[in-house]
């Protein structure tokens, strides 16, 4: 995909998949949507998806998986201690990562929840170069805290700089002396980084971050869930490694970490997710938290099926030809915007593209929620699904007042191999038809609003009339039926 070049025609992401099965979706008419929207308190987690023309919600546990991923799934060796699948999947990622200890677990957030509780004590402090929600909800849990130590440029939306997800290695060290290294539980580095738009992270800033960490004695956890896209990134823009396979760069930036943690619901395809930890008597001290909160040590809460895929969706991680094609994807839907002057992160990053609704919506206030407003907007104006990754994704503070998110987005998902461009164009249309009608967007406020993790469950009202009034608008150019 990365490298084929069209003759007459303008430059376009294009597919080296063929699609072999489909799903058929639905356009719900507009009114239809609004009634949907309404019932699902104003919260697209609470959208079912049949009432979802495209659902750009996450890639997590939603790509489509390859033949070869399917066939594998057929040799799934079910056994409740010692499946011969978790040995294909463990060697693996020994192969891939050069780690051979590997705890499994069934998603991300498990893998999290097994290192905060086995690392952070009250008071601790986990430095990140950005959090991410379920990450950060486990240590604040056990009494810890986090620091986000991302460099300034990576919280501006627009700009040319290939790695925004890099940490700044000045505020690391000072950070690590202020807090007292003996207080810093791990130092995790996100490769890339989710909230803040997919960007990613450069290898030359990982070594020198992990170098910091090894001078103070300090743990390196490294969280793959979006390694793919970053590896892409690191072969197109670090000009120093752009002679190195993508197999000998993900062995360089494993060799740097202590302990690697994914979710296999986005690295490999599938729906899982593991630890690799280096260290042999680290490994044991961690293991019994597995039986207790996953399952046994051989499937770690996985179907074993999904195991044997994910063994197959592991080394499609490391095939330029297919995992270019979520970032090749971002890149045109985001210029495609950028050009029409909708305020988009830029440059695109992986996972999705980024809708910076501190722009779009500059007249709802924050704490009305704009990024949560957008997307409500987007799915009424096109049936489209994103995910509001704003104030409304974070947590109060402990005074119940309000954490104004440093970033007020709405992504855009691109779930590898599943949309085609023409659909990508049909977002491109919708997102430039709600951007010239964005004053006719309001702001949304809490009905029922739970402590922790409140943008999964929370239901929400807007603040007047303005769905309705946009609904209008928008059967006024497209009719009832679209
Ligand atoms: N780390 C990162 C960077 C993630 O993006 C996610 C999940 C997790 C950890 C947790 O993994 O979902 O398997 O428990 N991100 C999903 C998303 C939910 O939609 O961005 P999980």
Redesign the pocket.
């Known amino acids: 995909m990365a490298n084929i070049k069209f003759y007459k025609h303008e430059q376009i992401p294009l597919e080296m998949h063929k699609v072999k099965i489909v799903q058929e979706l639905k356009l719900l008419p507009v009114d239809e949507r609004l009634k949907k929207m309404t019932e699902a308190g104003f919260n697209t987690f609470q959208l079912h998806n049949g009432d979802i023309f495209l659902d750009m919600l996450?890639d997590?546990g939603v790509n489509a998986m390859s033949d070869n991923m399917q066939s594998a799934m057929l040799r799934a060796d079910d056994a409740y201690a010692g499946s011969e699948t978790f040995y294909r999947m463990k060697d693996k990622l020994t192969e891939i990562f050069g780690i051979k200890n590997c705890l499994p677990a069934h998603?991300?957030?498990a893998c999290?929840n097994i290192l905060a509780t086995r690392f952070v004590k009250p008071g601790n402090c986990v430095i990140m170069n950005y959090h991410?929600t379920?990450?950060k909800a486990h240590i604040t849990r056990l009494g810890g805290h986090v620091e986000e130590l991302v460099k300034d440029e990576g919280l501006v939306s627009k700009s040319d700089l290939p790695f925004k997800g890099n940490i700044d290695l000045k505020k690391l060290e000072k950070c690590i002396k202020d807090e007292g290294k003996e207080n810093v539980s791990y130092i995790r580095l996100?490769s890339g980084t989710?909230l803040i738009g997919g960007q990613p992270i450069s290898y030359e800033n990982m070594k020198e971050a992990t170098k910091i960490a090894k001078k103070y004695g300090i743990l390196t956890v490294l969280?793959a869930?979006?390694l793919q896209d970053n590896l892409y990134f690191i072969k197109e823009r670090e000009e120093k490694l752009k002679d190195k396979s993508v197999r000998e760069i993900t062995r360089m930036i494993a060799d740097l970490f202590d302990i690697i943690y994914f979710?296999a619901?986005?690295f490999g395809f599938a729906r899982g997710?593991a630890i690799l930890v280096r260290d042999d008597d680290l490994f044991h001290s961690m293991e019994d938290l597995i039986p207790m909160f996953e399952g046994f040590l051989t499937y770690g809460g996985m179907s074993v099926k999904e195991m044997e895929a994910m063994t197959v969706g592991f080394d499609e991680s490391m095939d330029m030809n297919i995992i270019s094609q979520g970032p090749q994807f971002i890149e045109y839907c985001v210029k495609k915007l950028d050009e029409y002057g909708v305020p988009v992160i830029t440059p695109g990053g992986g996972l999705g593209a980024h809708l910076d609704a501190s722009v779009i919506c500059s007249h709802i206030p924050q704490e009305e929620y704009p990024a949560g407003a957008l997307v409500c907007a987007l799915y009424l104006c096109g049936g489209i699904r994103g995910?509001e990754r704003g104030t409304l994704s974070e947590e109060r503070n402990a005074d119940g007042s309000e954490r104004f998110a440093s970033m007020e987005l709405v992504r855009l998902a691109f779930p590898r191999r599943v949309f085609t461009l023409s659909q990508t164009e049909y977002v491109i249309d919708r997102v430039k038809w709600l951007y010239d009608h964005r004053d006719m967007i309001g702001g949304l406020k809490f009905v029922h609003e739970p402590k922790t993790l409140r943008f999964f469950t929370g239901i929400l009202e807007p603040t007047s009339d303005w769905p309705q009034k946009l609904v209008e608008a928008y059967k006024k150019d497209f009719g009832e039926d679209n």
């Open positions: 996450t997590s998603q991300g957030r999290e991410f379920t990450a996100e989710n969280d869930s979006l979710s619901r986005k997710g995910m």
